[in-house]
């Protein structure tokens, strides 16, 4: 574990990687400079999560509302996902990262379904850091899809609607067997949650910060885990103090 690391760690950190269009505005830049300095922030991200010990990071690629984008852009941030996995696949399963997609796989063009499955396969069974890429995700699409698997076995007659339960829709998200985010943050000062892990988000905390993807560097990434590391978690309990005291 790296020197610098704050003392509370979280689990599970998620993340909305937003503002790259602006942080290539800001300088004149085509918006497609922008997300490929985002992949270099995300390179940063993954090791700074590896060195602090986190279990599992998520970051938000590619919405399933992000088809309405231009052509051009959507081909660009394709590329740059496809890039990435052929080029970082190897660095990472050798950093012993397992790698798990999120989101809506069937109607993913051939091009690119069979990178990412490639990608889970290759680092199925590796032990570090859980790199979770939300591509064509949105937690209403996932929600969806998971209602629609729960129906289909009530209507087989293999579930009764009585044992539908949390756990039970847990096990239906494409998240399944993935603690919730401890912390869920977004850059570039928007303050939303955009479709991101709306379930598995319920008691996360969130973490709002003004600065451009591509400017998310270690030092900011650390600066974000201290300030959860502030915050005092209930989930709907009392702080200790306050149960201890009755009151
Ligand atoms: C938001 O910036 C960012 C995205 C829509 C995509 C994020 C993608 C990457 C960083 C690259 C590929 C990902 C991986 C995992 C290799 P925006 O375009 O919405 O910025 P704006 O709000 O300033 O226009």
Redesign the pocket.
């Given at each position: 574990m790296a020197e610098d690391c704050p003392q509370k760690v979280p689990a599970h950190v998620a993340i909305i990687?937003?503002?790259?269009?602006?942080?290539a505005r800001a300088r004149g830049l085509p918006?497609t400079m922008?997300?490929k300095k985002?992949?270099e922030?995300?390179r940063e991200a993954v090791r700074t999560a590896g060195d602090l010990g986190i279990s599992y990071l998520t970051?938000f690629?590619?919405s399933s509302e992000?088809w309405r984008r231009p052509e051009a852009e959507v081909t660009d941030?394709m590329g740059?996902?496809k890039a990435?996995i052929r080029r970082d696949l190897a660095d990472l399963h050798r950093e012993n990262v397992r790698i798990r997609i999120i989101g809506e796989r069937e109607h993913l063009r051939s091009d690119i379904l069979p990178l990412l499955l490639e990608a889970e396969e290759t680092t199925r069974n590796n032990t570090a850091l859980t790199l979770v890429?939300a591509f064509n995700y949105g937690s209403r699409d996932e929600i969806t899809r998971a209602m629609r698997k729960i129906a289909r076995e009530v209507e087989a007659g293999r579930l009764q609607p009585q044992a539908i339960t949390p756990e039970l829709i847990d096990a239906h998200l494409d998240t399944a067997g993935m603690p919730d985010p401890d912390l869920i943050i977004r850059t570039?000062g928007e303050e939303r949650l955009s479709n991101f892990l709306l379930w598995q988000g319920a008691y996360s905390e969130l973490v709002f910060v003004p600065e451009?993807?591509p400017d998310f560097s270690r030092e900011l990434f650390i600066s974000t885990l201290e300030r959860f590391a502030t915050r005092e978690r209930r989930f709907g309990g009392l702080a200790p103090i306050t149960a201890a005291a009755g009151q």
């Open positions: 990687m937003d503002g790259n269009g602006r942080w918006r922008g997300h985002g992949v922030a995300v970051l690629a590619f992000n941030l740059l996902l990435f890429i570039s451009f993807w």
